[in-house]
């Protein structure tokens, strides 16, 4: 099992980005999966989770109308669109198949003027 996030970065407040997670070595479309952070100092948090099929997405509720899970099976990707940035979003963001037990290694996000 492989995840490998992608598209972390400097922002400024307000700013957007998009995270994107590659997995590999089963069968992605089977899976539900998660966005989790972690900032310095802080406990893990569950930010989104998105259904096998992309059918149904949950957020946690600070990030609910900003943030946006999806999914495309075909490339074995999952998505996490970031509007409206705020200073607190600074974490490190992994995917992770919860089934699994796997997650990624991260990307970094800041949000910073």
């Known amino acids: 099992v492989q995840l490998v996030e992608s598209g972390g970065g400097l922002v400024q407040p307000g700013g957007s980005l998009r995270l994107s997670c590659v997995a590999s070595?089963?069968?992605?479309?089977?899976?539900?999966m998660s966005w989790l952070r972690q900032a310095p100092g802080k406990e893990r948090e569950l930010v989104a989770f998105?259904?096998?099929?992309?059918?149904?997405?949950n957020y946690m509720e600070s990030v609910k109308g900003r943030f946006t899970v999806s999914r495309d099976n075909a490339r074995n990707t999952v998505y996490l669109q970031m509007n409206s940035l705020k200073p607190e979003d600074t974490a490190v963001y992994y995917c992770?198949?919860?089934?699994?037990?796997?997650r990624g290694q991260g990307t970094q996000v800041t949000v910073s003027s």
């Open positions: 992770y198949a919860q089934r699994l037990a796997s």
């Open positions: 070595g089963f069968t992605f479309s089977s899976y539900a």
């Open positions: 998105i259904t096998s099929d992309g059918g149904i997405a």
